[in-house]
C-alpha cells in the first residue's frame, strides 16, 4: 500500500496511534520513518521525512529529552538529562514510565544484541551503564575516565564509541567494556557526538558539533576521512538506513533540520525543518529492532 502525500499531510488530523501505525507502509524514495526528541520544548515526536512532524508526548518539565531510541515492541526509549532518568513511551496507549532514575546526565542509548538490554551514556559521570528492559536492573558497562557520547555496533557486533577524552572513536571489548581500539592519535577527531555504523560501506560516521563535518572511518578504525557538512553551525545526531544514506540532524541552537547525506554522490537534502531536534532513530519492522547494530542472529527482525 502506497502512502500518498496528501495523507501523509493529514497525519496530525489522525490518532497518535494510527499515525505511528503508519510505520508499516511504504514511502517515497526519500522518506523515512523517525522518532526524534525536542530538548528545547521537551517532546518526543513522531516524523517522517520530508515535512512531517507530530508531537506525540510532552515530557515532565526541566526532563529534557536527550538519546532515543525504539525498543522492541515499538515503545519509545529516551533519556531525560535534566532529571537524570530513562523512560518508556508507549505509542499506543499513550503511557509514560520510568525505566531508571539515579543518573546524572543520561545522554546516548544503544539496543544491545538480543533486545533485552540497552547501554546508556551518563557524560555527568562518565561512565556507561547496561540496563536490563526486564528486570530494570542498572550495572556498570564503562567505568571511566573518559566521556563517551555516541554508541553503536557494527555488523559484526563490535561496540565503538565517541571518546571525548581522546577525541577519537573506540572500541570497546562488549563484555569488559575496556578500550581495545582507537582512531589515531595523530588524527585528532574535533568534538564527536553522534555515531553510527553503516552497511551499506561498512563503515562509521560520527557527527562533529562544532567542525561542520562527518566523519566516515573504516571498521578497523585505521582510515579517517573528513566531509564537509555545513547546512547547520552544530551537528547532532545522525543514522544509517543501510542502503546508503545518512539521516544528520543539525541546528543552530533553536532550529534544527533533518538533512539526507547520500554517502556515493555527497548530495545533502535538507528534509524537515523541526524546533529543538536533538536526537533521531528509526522505526523498525517487527518487535525486535536489527540494524548496524546487531547480528542477524542475535535480533532478527519478524
Keep these: 500500500m502506497q502512502v500518498h502525500p496528501?495523507?501523509?499531510?493529514?497525519?496530525?488530523?489522525?490518532?497518535l496511534a494510527v499515525?505511528?501505525?503508519?510505520?508499516?507502509?511504504?514511502?517515497?524514495?526519500?522518506?523515512?520513518?523517525?522518532v526524534g526528541t525536542d530538548i528545547n520544548s521537551g517532546r518526543l515526536l513522531y516524523i517522517t521525512t520530508p515535512n512531517v512532524a507530530v508531537s506525540m508526548f510532552t515530557t515532565a518539565s526541566g526532563g529534557k529529552p536527550d538519546g532515543v531510541l525504539v525498543g522492541p515492541n515499538q515503545e519509545i526509549i529516551y533519556t531525560l538529562s535534566g532529571t537524570g532518568s530513562v523512560h518508556i513511551f508507549n505509542p499506543y496507549i499513550r503511557t509514560d514510565s520510568t525505566l531508571a532514575t539515579g543518573?546524572?546526565?543520561?545522554?546516548?542509548?544503544?539496543?544491545?544484541?538480543?533486545?533485552?538490554?540497552?547501554l546508556v551514556s551518563d557524560?555527568?559521570?562518565?561512565?556507561?551503564?547496561?540496563?536490563?528492559?526486564?528486570?530494570r536492573a542498572v550495572t556498570t558497562f564503562y567505568n571511566g575516565p573518559d566521556k563517551m557520547q555516541g554508541?553503536?555496533?557494527?555488523?559484526?557486533?563490535?561496540?565503538?564509541?565517541?571518546?571525548?577524552?581522546?577525541?577519537a572513536i573506540v572500541q570497546l571489548d562488549t563484555t569488559t567494556g575496556v578500550i581495545v581500539n582507537q582512531t589515531p592519535a595523530?588524527?585528532?577527531?574535533?568534538?564527536?557526538?553522534?555515531?553510527?555504523?553503516?552497511?551499506?560501506?561498512?563503515?562509521?560516521?560520527?557527527?562533529s558539533n562544532t567542525g561542520q563535518v562527518l566523519y566516515q572511518v573504516s571498521d578497523d578504525l585505521g582510515t579517517i576521512v573528513t566531509i564537509p557538512f555545513t547546512g547547520e553551525p552544530f551537528l547532532h545526531g545522525l543514522l544509517s538506513d543501510g542502503s546508503g544514506n545518512l539521516y544528520v540532524v543539525g541546528g543552530d541552537g533553536t532550529t534544527s533540520k533533518i538533512f539526507q547525506y547520500v554517502?556515493?554522490?555527497?548530495?545533502?537534502?535538507t528534509l524537515n525543518t523541526v524546533s529543538g531536534l536533538e536526537d533521531i532513530a528509526r522505526i523498525p519492522f517487527g518487535p525486535c529492532p536489527k540494524g548496524g547494530g546487531t547480528t542477524a542472529a542475535a535480533c532478527e527482525e519478524e
Design 151 to 167: 554508541l553503536t555496533y557494527d555488523k559484526f557486533g563490535n561496540l565503538f564509541a565517541n571518546d571525548d577524552q581522546l577525541n
Design 103 to 118: 543518573l546524572v546526565n543520561p545522554v546516548e542509548l544503544l539496543m544491545q544484541p538480543g533486545c533485552q538490554s540497552i
Design 123 to 135: 557524560i555527568g559521570v562518565n561512565k556507561i551503564y547496561s540496563i536490563s528492559l526486564n528486570t
Design 263 to 269: 554517502i556515493t554522490t555527497g548530495v545533502q537534502n
Design 19 to 34: 499515525a505511528f501505525a503508519f510505520t508499516l507502509l511504504a514511502e517515497p524514495a526519500l522518506a523515512a520513518k523517525l
Design 186 to 207: 595523530t588524527m585528532p577527531l574535533t568534538a564527536l557526538e553522534g555515531l553510527t555504523f553503516d552497511t551499506f560501506t561498512n563503515n562509521l560516521f560520527a557527527t
Design 6 to 15: 496528501p495523507l501523509a499531510k493529514n497525519l496530525r488530523r489522525v490518532s
